[in-house]
Each structure stands twice: as structure tokens, then as C-alpha cells.
């Protein structure tokens, strides 16, 4: 029932910068919380950032100052702006979205994106 679609993933320079978009199938504001974890080869998935309904925010601090997530009721899509990119970075993005009673009617628990490869690199 529920879909989360990345985008915007792909190969970029250090100190360049990409931004991800997540678009989900229902409503933005039917998620108690939306974030971005990624993982590399070999390493666990890791939390990169996440937003409560209510717009609070945190990010892992290898990412603080440099990565900025964000949502648009608008187009109804979670972005995570990525700036100052370091090899470090290159990952599977993922993101996630959180259902909860109080946010939606529609079945509680975590919904998962396909990912999208993003590569910092000379």
C-alpha cells in the first residue's frame, strides 16, 4: 500500500553536492517520522537523518553541517541536500518512512524505499 520512490542519486566529485528526493505513493503527513539511512558495502545501514511530523530534525553527526533534510507538502516529497560530499559518503541511500496509529490509518510500522547509488568520487 505504501511506496517510497528515490531519485536523484548518482556520481559526483568531492566537495560536490547532489540532492535526493524521496516521493511516497500516500500523504507526506501520514509518517510519525521520514529519513534518509544509507549503506556502503560491507557496513550496516547507518542513519544519516530523519524529520518528525512536526519538522524536528537529526542528522548523524558525520553528516551535521553538510546535509540538510526537508519536506515539501507541496509536491508531497523528502529531500535530503547533500553538500561538501566526501568519498566517505558513497553509499545506497535509503529512505524511510514511519507509520504510526496516530498519524495514519493505514498499517503501522516502517516502509522502505528501493535505494539509489550514490558515489563520491574522483
Known amino acids: 500500500q505504501v511506496q517510497l520512490v528515490e531519485s536523484g542519486g548518482g556520481l559526483v566529485q568531492p566537495g560536490g553536492s547532489l540532492r535526493l528526493s524521496c516521493k511516497p505513493s500516500?500523504?507526506?503527513?501520514?509518517?510519525?517520522?521520514l529519513g534518509w539511512f544509507r549503506q556502503a558495502p560491507g557496513d550496516q545501514r547507518e542513519l544519516v537523518a530523519t524529520?518528525?511530523?512536526?519538522?524536528?530534525?537529526d542528522y548523524a553527526d558525520s553528516v551535521k553541517g553538510r546535509f540538510t533534510i526537508s519536506k515539501n507538502s507541496a509536491d508531497n516529497t523528502m529531500y535530503l541536500q547533500m553538500n561538501s560530499l566526501k568519498p566517505e559518503d558513497t553509499a545506497v541511500y535509503y529512505c524511510?518512512?514511519?507509520?504510526?496509529?496516530?498519524?495514519?490509518?493505514?498499517?503501522?510500522?516502517?516502509?522502505w524505499g528501493q535505494g539509489t547509488q550514490v558515489t563520491v568520487s574522483s
Open positions: 524511510k518512512g514511519t507509520i504510526r496509529v496516530f498519524t495514519s490509518t493505514l498499517p503501522e510500522g516502517d516502509y
Open positions: 524529520i518528525t511530523i512536526g519538522g524536528m530534525t
Open positions: 500516500t500523504n507526506l503527513f501520514g509518517f510519525s517520522s
